[in-house]
């Protein structure tokens, strides 16, 4: 019973994990209609960029973390300058298209500055297991389940009742429309490129800490991928029971059904349920549902 309540547990610790991860996709799908393709890559860029400050440059952990989410922040920035400020108001099929190519450009940066080399990862949070009752929890996960939790709750405050977050809502509308209003289509683009950069940056320091790092930690952005798709496009909050919920299908089938089937169902069996609630409910668990004229 004791093993039961430990992969439960940790299950919906890594699944925060995955939740924060999505947060990036939602922000950005808000603000642009766009869906990040490259939000893996965003984490991996934090990452190298957290590693340069404290190996690269020396820098103490309480330096170097600002140092690297500011990094990232401008990293955000000057993408969606150079790649998306041209592209307001043009098809989302564009947009997207961009992101693909985005993805394959970071990946290359990646590669050329760093290198394809496997690196340590700096040790953020104590490798010490956490013991609660016979439960065994790691701090890295225990601190990003919190964090995801408290950003999740601020984000969705910000998006639902403050001036600034409702204009971004109306961007996610319509271009037109919103440029119609007075609303600043580039600036909302902004904010939301930059922001994404930064929650990546985050979910980096709690995924690598004490770990490996090369371009393949990418991964996690096509593991968060099923999450924003059940949460919803839309929806921030939802981000947390649907990443829950990931996150404790998929350690449950790692530790009872992996062992008996010989093979890897825990990639896959999270992936097909999801597929099976979206095709009863497209726009996912808590997404909006939009009724159009025709």
């Known amino acids: 019973m004791i093993q039961l309540v430990n992969q439960t547990i940790n299950g919906a610790l890594i699944g925060l994990l995955y939740s924060l991860v999505a947060m990036g996709f939602v922000i950005i799908y808000r603000a642009s209609k766009v869906f990040n393709f490259a939000q893996g890559e965003f984490v991996v860029l934090g990452a190298f960029l957290i590693w340069t400050f404290v190996f690269g440059f020396g820098l103490p952990i309480v330096i170097a973390l600002p140092a690297a989410l500011i990094a990232a922040a401008a990293a955000g920035w000057l993408i969606e300058r150079i790649f998306f400020s041209r592209l307001v108001g043009e098809p989302v099929f564009s947009m997207v298209m961009v992101t693909i190519a985005l993805l394959i450009l970071i990946r290359g940066v990646i590669l050329i500055v760093w290198g394809p080399e496997v690196r340590p990862f700096p040790i953020i949070f104590s490798l ?23 950003v999740a709750i601020g984000l969705s405050w910000f998006f639902n009742h403050s001036r ?25 683009m902004v904010f939301a490129w930059v922001l994404g950069s930064v929650l990546s940056t985050l979910g980096a320091m ?8 090369n371009f393949l930690a990418s991964d996690i952005g096509f593991t968060a991928f099923p999450v924003a798709l059940l949460a919803g496009l839309e929806s921030i909050a939802g981000l947390i029971p649907a990443g829950i919920l990931v996150g404790i299908v998929q350690i449950l089938t790692q530790y009872y059904l992996d062992p008996i089937l010989g093979s890897d169902a825990a990639s896959i069996l999270p992936s097909l349920a999801i597929l099976t609630i979206l095709f009863v409910r497209p726009t996912g668990l808590f997404g909006w549902i939009t009724i159009e004229r025709v």
């Not at 010490?128 to 408290?150: A, E, H, N």
């Not at 600034?164 to 909302?188: C, F, N, P, W, Y």
Request: no cysteine.
């Open 164 to 188: 600034i977050g409702l204009a971004l809502t109306a961007v996610s509308e319509d271009h037109q429309i919103a440029q119609s209003l007075g609303i600043s289509v580039r600036k909302a």
């Open 206 to 213: 709690i995924y690598l800490s004490g770990k490996s790092l």
């Open 128 to 150: 010490r297991p956490i013991v609660i009752g016979g439960v065994l929890l790691q701090p890295s996960l225990l601190f990003g389940g919190f964090l995801t939790i408290g």
